[in-house]
């Protein structure tokens, strides 16, 4: 349409557009030339025309070599890297398949030499256009480009004319682009292997592989304090699964908004103590929807990124189309240069985390208050790896920088003013972790979260989490808030591998928080650390490799719980001792002498854990369990969360039962009533046949019933 209207202002200059019917110049237009297929029937005509085909081929050529032209500057390669594109010497039909620079050179370059074979005389052979402009720059453009100039010459054409076989474009190959892909992830060493781990909640921390007889020790898991066995976490959920089913049954909007995800939101929103709380279906949606419904909505948005960020942040950012200015991690110095380059006025938001879950480092949170204030900036804080972990109830590392204050507020809905916790615009964290379900929110205003209920599409447009599981997640929080043994000998525990680890050499990443990265240095030996202690110790340990960490800083990443006993540690500490023997892996000496790796082997071993000894010691005498001991379950803890959920669920132990118990108690009459019966009978016949008796005369005889009866299922 729009080619039409354009040729309909040259009708008084072109006697051959003059002449001809719109509806013939349409169809010309849009129907392509069956021997040059990038050209339509239109093109085609008007290269045999005096004035338009030199023109025709003048501008082709302009094109291609603005490709080609284009292709030595630098915002190239940023146009590739966006697209996942790292190209070598050779790029692959894949790659330039995928990148738009290349295809877009390739599409030109293609048009250009079908413009030559048919303004072209049978005896001439033209040099190709796309042979002559293809040039360096992109890597791609060359390979592109000349992959296309492979146009048939005009004698070809002619002859294809008589024999009407014309070659199809083959199809794209999507298994060798596939294959290309695998290929790269494990020439360097990305490529992930997946372990069958079946944690075992009757037996935490221990799991059975694909084999359900083979049994392993977990180290890694995130199921930080062993709340994804937790009893009342349990039993909630049975009872929410029993009374309300299996899903939601829809979107947050459409007949999944129930009384138990508005009790969770309630219940995270008073745990920061800030208005609001909104669920997602997982922190990395909450981070990727909110980031990217905020930046996309304040005008001319920029984005302070720390450059540990995780993967959900740097997506929503990047989906939000704001500007992004990344920050030396944790570095407060050059933060603010970064921001004071830009106007007060202008939208900034700050988004950084507390714990850094692959290196154990702790966010400033105070101090990026503090520039976020002096800079008119929001601050985004994720504390994922936190909550649970961190505060007298849990809340996360802002919520421990004010312990006392905190503690002393207890349930209050208020917020402490000026604490840090506070100070921070909004924060977001998981239920999938320290609280053992699955599931994400962010908290923050009244009407930020309004804002990103009614504008995020990661909010909306899906369904939402279970109501068992909501259920399930607010039993997790309540019990930790008020429970707070689990996460106090979570820390003892990482204190005693931290320092027999240190005892024998074995680096790990120095860091104040509860993660334990023991530095191996090298993708290949990491992995095979990780196989050695499975297969020969049972203990499960993930290598972390590139691009969750730096190359050269591949680490196995220990995850120490309460629930792991002295002997489980010991066991480890000696396993991975005799690993690092038998594979050569450099030990803390080692990195010293060659100037330190990750922070190992520089001085800066000695960190003082954020949990202090006093804070520890708020939790009463929290002790190391040995093999065999029972995890110690906080009674009363208990029945905070039973309360929590009496309106909903009924009362535990009342007459009111489960849907459970009722129907064991029916299972239980069934078989009183045959034993009665059947005893009934029994003695009937054993006493003296009268004339006209009727089984009613044996009414009062008294037949002793065990008080337990085995019921089998
Ligand atoms: C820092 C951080 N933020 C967000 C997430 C995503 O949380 P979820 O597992 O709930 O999607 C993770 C997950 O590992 C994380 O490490």
Same mark, same amino acid.
């Given at each position: ?70 292709? @030595?500057? *630098?915002? &190239? ?23 738009? #620079? ?51 010459? !005009? ?32 020439? =360097? ?42 009893? /009342?976490?349990?039993?909630?959920? #049975? ?8 899903? *939601? ?26 208005? *609001? ?32 960020? #995780? ?12 500007? !992004?200015?990344?920050? !030396? ?33 702790? @966010? ?107 259920? @399930? ?8 808030? #008020? ?8 820390? /003892? ?79 480890? /500490?000696?396993?991975?001792? !005799? ?10 000496? =080692? ?42 379950? =906080? ?16 009362? &535990? ?10 129907? &064991? ?28 008796? /009727? ?15 085995? &019921?089998? *299922?």
């Amino acid at each position: 349409m729009e080619k039409l209207s354009s040729l309909s202002r040259f009708k008084n200059s072109c006697p051959f557009l003059g002449r001809t019917k719109t509806s013939t110049l349409r169809t010309l237009t849009t129907s392509s030339s069956p021997r040059f297929p990038s050209l339509s029937q239109l093109t085609e005509r008007a290269t045999g025309c005096p004035i338009m085909g030199p023109a025709l081929a003048l501008r082709s050529n302009q094109i291609a070599s603005g490709y080609a032209s284009l292709a @030595g500057q *630098a915002d &190239v390669q940023k146009i590739h890297h966006s697209k996942g594109i790292y190209p070598g010497a050779n790029p692959t039909e894949a790659d330039i398949a995928k990148c738009p #620079h290349a295809s877009a050179a390739r599409a030109a370059a293609r048009m250009a030499d079908e413009l030559t074979a048919a303004s072209t005389k049978p005896a001439e052979k033209a040099a190709s256009p796309a042979e002559t402009v293809a040039a360096a720059g992109c890597p791609f453009h060359k390979a592109a480009a000349t992959a296309e100039s492979k146009v048939p010459p !005009k004698e070809t054409v002619q002859a294809a004319k008589e024999t009407p076989v014309i070659d199809a474009p083959s199809a794209f190959s999507y298994d060798s682009f596939y294959t290309a892909e695998l290929d790269k992830k494990r020439k =360097d060493h990305s490529y992930r292997y997946f372990n069958n781990i079946n944690r075992l909640a009757a037996k935490f921390p221990v799991a059975h592989t694909a084999s359900v007889k083979e049994h392993v020790q977990v180290w890694c898991a995130n199921d930080y304090l062993g709340m994804g066995n937790n009893p /009342v976490v349990l039993e909630t959920m #049975h009872r929410a699964l029993d009374k309300y089913g299996a899903g *939601a049954g829809g979107t947050r909007n459409i007949a999944g908004n129930s009384a138990m995800h508005l009790a969770l939101e309630r219940e995270l929103a008073s745990l920061h103590r800030k208005p *609001a709380a909104l669920l997602f279906s997982s922190c990395y949606v909450a981070n990727d929807a909110t980031l990217s419904t905020l930046g996309s909505k304040l005008p001319g948005c920029v984005y302070f990124s720390d450059a540990s960020n #995780h993967a959900s942040m740097i997506q929503g950012i990047r989906h939000s189309g704001a500007k !992004k200015v990344i920050f !030396k991690h944790n570095d407060l110095e050059d933060l603010e240069a970064k921001l004071a380059m830009w106007p007060r006025e202008t939208p900034k938001i700050i988004a950084f985390e507390s714990v850094y879950s692959m290196c154990g480092s702790i @966010g400033p949170i105070a101090e990026i208050c503090d520039l976020a204030k002096k800079y008119g900036a929001l601050t985004f804080l994720d504390e994922v790896h936190a909550v649970g972990l961190y505060g007298p109830r849990g809340a996360g590392v802002a919520e421990h920088l004010d312990f006392e204050a905190h503690k002393k507020a207890g349930e209050s809905l208020e917020p402490v003013k000026e604490s840090i916790m506070d100070r921070v615009d909004m924060i977001t964290g998981t239920l999938g972790k320290a609280y053992g379900t699955v599931g994400g929110y962010v908290a923050g205003s009244a009407d930020f979260i309004d804002m990103i209920r009614s504008y995020a599409p990661g909010f909306i447009f899906t369904t939402s989490l279970p109501p068992s599981t909501a259920a @399930g997640a607010r039993a997790s929080v309540i019990y930790q808030k #008020h429970h707070a043994g689990d996460r106090a000998l979570k820390q /003892v525990n990482v204190r005693t591998v931290k320092s027999r680890l240190a005892a024998l050499d074995i680096p790990v990443v120095p860091g104040p928080s509860h993660i334990v990265p023991v530095l191996v240095g090298d993708a290949g030996l990491a992995k095979k650390a990780s196989d050695k202690l499975l297969g020969e110790h049972g203990i499960y340990v993930q290598s972390i490799n590139f691009p969750t960490v730096a190359v050269g800083e591949e680490r196995l990443r220990v995850t120490v719980t309460p629930r792991h006993t002295a002997e489980q540690i010991d066991g480890l /500490v000696k396993a991975l001792d !005799k690993v690092f023997s038998e594979l050569g892996i450099n030990r803390v000496r =080692d990195w010293a002498a060659l100037g330190g790796r990750a922070s190992v082997g520089v001085g800066l071993e000695d960190v003082t854990p954020i949990w202090t000894d006093e804070q520890i010691a708020t939790a009463g005498n929290v002790k190391t369990l040995r093999d065999g001991e029972q995890a110690v379950i =906080d009674e009363k803890a208990v029945e905070v969360v039973r309360g929590a959920f009496e309106e909903l669920l009924g009362r &535990v132990g009342s007459g009111e039962l489960t849907m459970e118990e009722k129907k &064991v108690k029916l299972r239980v009459e069934k078989v009183e009533r045959a034993l009665l019966e059947g005893a009934m009978n029994l003695a009937a016949e054993a006493l003296p046949k009268r004339k006209g008796y /009727v089984g009613a005369a044996v009414e009062g005889i008294k037949v002793p019933v065990a008080s337990t009866v085995t &019921v089998s *299922a």
